[in-house]
């Protein structure tokens, strides 16, 4: 692996009295409880933190910021790089952004890396021997949120993938892998059916795979894949996966290792990285003294880990295995039986301090290494050959009992003027419906119409244009272009079915 791929950084500076600024806020609903429960265990683990306190969620939005944080809190964020944050409640409604998915992408958190394990006997599970660790794709794909209605029927959301994101999520993977003593990391895609675009993903695990020789390497198809992760957790070690995959599986994976209410997850970037639990602000257990803290607990290990306090981290992490161990569980864990006190959050937080310094006794207690932070970067490719070798220009049509065989002729017609240019085909939701379409397949009013060049040459922005000045005269309503590229002589398209 070459040195440029891997900066090894130090995202974070302790300040004069050796403390590491973090920034911190208490969140919403049963929120402040699990912070306060949280923070008090750091301190008394010697953690050396300088807190920063900032204002986000339901009051936020309350006073009509739809984005839920005030400026003066990003700059806390810029300034600390380091975000331990409590669920907040997201208000229901339009009009209003989602903190969690707004903070991820403007801080340029790539990587979501949450680890499920199971703890038994202690907590009930089906899956005793689980310990996986999901690594998400944090900014592309589907959670781009570009989307829009083209026509009365189709509405659509573009994937988007790109290859400095797989780089940097798949290296990310493959490196935790190796600071962390794992041996296999798995990818996830459904690239028999998305073959630009999760086959980008794909290639790429295969790629950078090859500078592992160490790690044992593996490909699922998603569905099957997530079978066998939600029947057989254990034969997973390191998983990593585009956003959507992620964000379903990672909550399946957190639900059958014992409870979504202990995993912590750490959102990571090249400059800066967030911390939290996993579930969200559970409103109905607020201010009782119930909830369970270790979620986030176990997102701050993550974090001292992350700011180089590994020491602190290993001693927290051993007295919260001991406490589950010695059987101190909050409601959602508690099992008679098995637990051999229920407990609130204040008290929990208490036993996890009373047990700093032990260690589990039948657990597999936690080791953290020196740590050093990572940020995975992308390397600089030079650009490739690019063609234009035609254009499919999409239509909003609803004429003639939407038989595309009208459709087709009438484009024929109308574009025929336009110099060395056919209509190749025409499709309906990705099936090729002329020529020579089957009378059973259903259309919508929303037509993808390819046209590509007769003679060999490439396509010209020119012609696109002139294709379009003849549809618009003809008076069809076209909604998008996209054109039809070679890069380095290789089609970069996906054909439609049956073409
Ligand atoms: P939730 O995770 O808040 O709660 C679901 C149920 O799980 C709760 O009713 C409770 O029984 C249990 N639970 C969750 N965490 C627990 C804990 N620490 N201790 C004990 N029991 C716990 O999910 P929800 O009810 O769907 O969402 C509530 C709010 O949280 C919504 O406004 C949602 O948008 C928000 N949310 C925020 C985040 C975040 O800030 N990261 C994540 C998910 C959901």
Redesign the pocket.
């Known amino acids: 692996m070459s040195d440029t791929a891997i900066a090894k950084v130090s995202t974070t500076t302790a300040n004069t009295s050796g403390k590491v600024p973090i920034t911190v806020a208490r ?1 919403d ?2 929120g402040p409880e ?1 912070m306060d429960a949280t923070l008090r265990i750091l301190e008394a683990a010697g953690a050396r933190l300088a807190i920063e306190e900032i204002e986000i969620g339901e009051q936020v939005y309350a006073r009509g910021n739809s984005a839920g944080i005030e400026p003066q809190a990003w700059e806390s964020l810029r300034r600390t790089k380091v975000f331990l ?1 409590a ?4 208000p229901q409604g339009g009009g209003v952004k989602s903190l ?1 998915v707004t903070t991820r992408k403007a801080l340029g958190l790539y990587a979501n890396i949450r680890p499920c394990v199971s703890y038994a006997p202690y907590i009930e599970t089906k899956h005793p021997q689980m310990d996986v660790v999901i690594v998400r794709e944090n900014e592309e794909d589907l959670y781009a949120g570009i989307e829009h209605q083209q026509s009365d029927e189709v509405v659509q959301c573009l994937k988007v993938i790109s290859r400095p994101g797989c780089e940097k999520i798949i290296r990310y993977a493959f490196e935790y892998a190796v600071q962390n003593n794992r041996h296999k990391v798995t990818c996830f895609t459904k690239d028999n059916i998305m073959k630009l675009t999760d086959g980008l993903f794909h290639k790429v695990f295969d790629e950078i795979g090859v500078e592992y020789p160490n790690i044992e390497k593996e490909h699922w198809i998603i569905d099957i894949g997530a079978a066998k992760l939600a029947d057989s957790p254990e034969a997973f070690d390191v998983v990593v996966m585009p956003n959507l995959y992620g964000d379903i599986l990672s909550d399946v994976a957190a639900q059958i290792a014992g409870s ?2 202990l995993a912590g997850s750490a959102n990571i970037g090249a400059q800066c990285a967030m911390f ?10 607020a201010n009782q003294n ?4 270790s ?1 986030l607990l176990l997102g701050s290990v993550m974090m001292l880990v992350h700011i180089g306090q590994s020491d602190i981290a290993e001693k927290v992490h051993n007295a919260w295995l001991r406490t589950i161990e010695d059987g101190i569980h ?3 864990i508690f099992q008679e039986g098995i637990s051999s006190q229920k407990v609130g959050t204040r008290e929990f937080a208490d036993a996890v301090i009373a047990r700093l310094g032990q260690r589990p006794e039948s657990l597999k207690a936690v080791k953290y290494n020196a740590s050093r932070s990572l940020a995975s970067v992308s390397q600089a490719r030079p650009p490739a050959r690019k063609q234009l070798l035609g254009v499919d220009i999409f239509f909003h049509w609803n004429e003639d009992d939407r038989n595309p065989n009208v459709l087709g002729k009438k484009l024929e017609q109308v574009t025929g003027t336009v110099a060395n240019t056919q209509l190749k085909m025409i499709s309906n939701r990705g099936v090729k419906v002329y020529p020579d379409g089957f009378p059973e397949t259903f259309c919508t009013d929303h037509w993808r119409c390819r046209f590509l060049k007769t003679d060999g040459s490439d396509m010209t922005h020119t012609e696109v244009i002139e294709l379009l000045k003849a549809v618009q005269a003809a008076g069809l309503d076209f909604i998008k272009t996209e054109h039809l590229c070679a890069f380095d002589g290789v089609k970069s398209y996906s054909l439609g079915q049956g073409e």
């Open positions: 969140g609903g049963i699990i944050k669920p907040i409640t997201t969690n979504v209410g939290e639990a996993i579930h969200g602000s559970a409103p109905r257990r119930l909830a369970n803290p979620g909050t409601y959602d």
